[in-house]
């Protein structure tokens, strides 16, 4: 019995090898400590009172559900505490930083103990088993953070990622400091012996940083610290999802009094790390729109006006030029440590840009009418559509066939995407599916969706549900991840859609009974944005094209896959400023060495058919998986693909 005892004092003896803690303090030391400490929490809350109270007198989210309450919990979870995003994306600096955050989370406790102390009650004792424990549990996390921070701190002051910005923020190196004194002097009570002066000493310089870096978080980019594990909880359920407006009165975003509470709350989260301009295709194509630019307009415009001014967003503090340049291709949202929802911003200001005509362009004008008049967004006769059918000896759907095959505008109007439609029906016809297409076909509205403009795409939106209320469609497939994504999310402000799926998952849930081919080419694959980062289909695709060839991928691929240029109405938006977005992507196609470009979408298709061309003299060729797989079919069955 006296051996264990005398075992367990040796073990709590040990654990406090070398820590030190101050002994008491005298009456004006615990009122300087304070005054001081006072000072710092009211200068925190100064400021942070007058974020809270932007954020809250913002108008409510009218959309807004908490549940489910499973989904945010995962979210905060896997997002915040395990920083998972944060470090698959950057893995060196986001380790470094995910090292910081996880040592503020187990100073936490050390540092109520620090306050307790200077008042004279500390309630975790380094000779005590728990005490000890996390003294020293709290000090191999103060090493890794001390690390981390010296690394970024060189990172951002030497190596400069361009991304972060080209000026450096001293304010930022300046919380570095503190952040590395705050670990150093906790750090340094383990080596100081018993001098009473050198303990009370360290543990004022410890005081001092913590009571500086205090009251400067609201003040800049470190605001995030306190508000971030809030908006990845509160954000919006879907990706990239558009909120619907509430009521005739809601133009979109326009003022400051439409700002609402959750894009108000995302304004103030953003940490500035540039992700979202690292990804975006337009930042990285000489073009003005830069997403990290965007949100931190709202957060100016919040900080100089507040939300309940009626001066514009668009202005000052906003671009209009940069908001068009937005392909909607989600990278800049998928990218976001804080759960930043950057398109329905953008969109929701493009509303407000279309709604009260301060958005003028020539070519959105010719797109809005072209799908006012004829429906379909290339402003073509539907009787061009309907000879397409009769040429092809389409079936009309009649609610007996499994499957309602929709054209869309590619499909039905654009030679290309004809192909693509016809070795699609090739597909099925071999597999014994039955299907038909629609005798009548409108837009499903996704360039008018994404441009800001409701009203055009309402009326389309109405006209197409109640065509399939009629025809009795219940299972559509379809060859454009937009006109996917469009019907499976945004219809269902206005109805719901049937069920309906891309034809990369039709195809791969039939593989087994598809011809497995190999022509010994190699096919690199692009991943559509809507297809990938909107809908989540990755492997699909590559499934169906590994029957016919090597698969490879480009640099940059799946989650992380760099747009065609192609979204959120700009292919019928006419030149663009500074580099092709095509012709940057089609370059890294190209450089593979792959003899196949594998597309998945009709409007990727048609954007590389050009810069393909113009980035190699001997180009690989451009092929959707409906045409690579339709080419190893029996010569007899393929016939329709070729004509």
């Known amino acids: 019995m006296f051996h264990l005892a005398g075992l367990s004092r040796l073990s709590i003896a040990s654990l406090a090898i070398g820590y030190a803690e101050p002994v008491g303090f005298s009456r004006w030391e615990i009122v300087l400590f304070l005054v001081l400490a006072l000072a710092s929490l009211s200068a925190f809350f100064a400021r942070f009172s007058k974020v809270l109270v932007r954020i809250f007198e913002s108008k ?76 020293w549990f709290a000090a191999a996390f103060a090493v890794l953070t001390a690390v981390s921070i010296a690394a970024l701190f060189v990172r951002r002051l030497f190596v400069r990622p361009i991304w972060l910005g080209q000026k450096v923020s001293y304010e930022s190196l300046f919380i570095a400091f503190l952040i590395l004194a705050l670990m150093v002097t906790y750090l ?61 009165e809601d133009f979109g975003m326009v003022t400051g009094r439409d700002l609402t509470q959750i894009a108000a709350l995302q304004a103030y989260s953003c940490v500035e790390c540039g992700r979202c301009t690292e990804h975006c295709p337009a930042a990285n ?66 509303r407000g840009a279309v709604n009260t005509g301060v958005w003028e362009d020539d070519y ?21 559509r309907d000879k397409f059918i009769a040429k092809q000896q389409f079936p009309i759907f009649d609610g007996t066939q499994e499957y309602c095959l929709w054209l869309g505008c590619m ?19 071999y597999l014994g599916t039955t299907y038909g297409v629609m005798k009548k076909e409108k837009c499903t509205g996704d360039p008018a969706r994404r441009l800001g403009n409701d009203l055009v795409f309402q009326t389309l939106v109405e006209e197409n549900l109640r065509n399939f209320e009629q025809n009795k469609v219940k299972r559509i497939v379809s060859i454009c991840p937009h006109c996917v994504r469009t019907m499976a999310e945004d219809w269902k402000e206005y109805g ?69 240029g192609a979204g959120g109405g700009l292919a019928f938006l006419g030149e663009e400023q500074g580099e092709r977005v095509s012709h940057n992507r089609a370059k890294e196609l190209v450089e593979t060495g792959a003899q196949v470009v594998g597309v998945a979408c009709p409007f990727c298709n048609t954007m590389f058919r050009d810069a393909l061309g113009a980035t190699s003299e001997a180009p690989p060729k451009l092929l959707d998986i ?15 693909a070729d004509g």
Request: proline share 7%; with cysteine; aromatic share 10%.
């Open 364 to 384: 959105g004008t010719k797109l809005f009418l072209a799908l006012e008049k004829n429906g379909n967004a290339l402003g073509l006769s539907s009787s061009e």
């Open 60 to 135: 409510k989210d009218p959309d807004f559900r908490l549940s489910p309450i499973a989904r945010r919990v995962w979210d905060f979870v896997w997002e915040v505490m395990c920083q998972a995003k944060v470090i698959k994306e950057r893995p060196l600096p986001g380790l470094a930083h995910a090292f910081v955050f996880w040592g503020f989370c187990a100073f936490a406790l050390v540092t109520l103990n620090h306050f307790a102390t200077g008042v004279g009650f500390p309630f975790l004792r380094s000779r005590t088993w728990v005490g000890g424990f996390y003294f």
């Open 188 to 248: 340094g009570a383990f080596y100081v012996g018993a001098s009473p002066g050198t303990i009370k000493a360290l543990w004022w310089a410890h005081t001092l940083a913590l009571l500086i870096f205090l009251p400067l978080i609201p003040h800049t980019k470190h605001l995030h610290l306190v508000l971030s594990p809030v908006t990845v909880f509160l954000k919006r359920e879907g990706f990239s999802r558009i909120p619907p407006l509430a009521g005739d």
């Open 411 to 429: 499909g039905g109007y654009d030679p290309q995407g004809r192909e693509i439609i016809a070795s699609f029906a090739r597909v099925m016809e």
């Open 285 to 350: 194509t000489g073009k003005v729109l830069n997403p990290k630019e965007v949100i931190l307009g709202l957060r100016g415009y919040l900080n100089e006006l507040g939300p309940k001014s009626e001066e514009p967003l668009i202005g000052k503090h906003e671009s209009l030029e940069a908001l068009f340049q937005c392909t909607t291709c989600g990278s800049c949202e998928y990218q976001c440590p804080v759960g930043i929802q950057h398109l329905p911003m953008i969109i929701g200001m493009r």
């Open 626 to 640: 409906a045409q690579i797989t339709a080419l190893q079919l029996p010569q007899k069955v393929a016939a329709r």
């Open 496 to 564: 719901v859609a049937p069920e309906i799926e891309h034809h990369s998952e039709f195809m791969a849930r039939h593989q087994s009974r598809l011809p497995n081919k190999d022509t010994g080419e190699t096919i690199v694959y692009h991943d559509p944005c809507y297809l990938g980062r909107y809908r989540g289909v990755y492997d699909q695709p590559r499934q169906v094209l590994a029957l016919s060839g090597t698969v490879i991928d480009p640099p940059r691929a799946r989650e992380r896959s760099f747009c065609c």
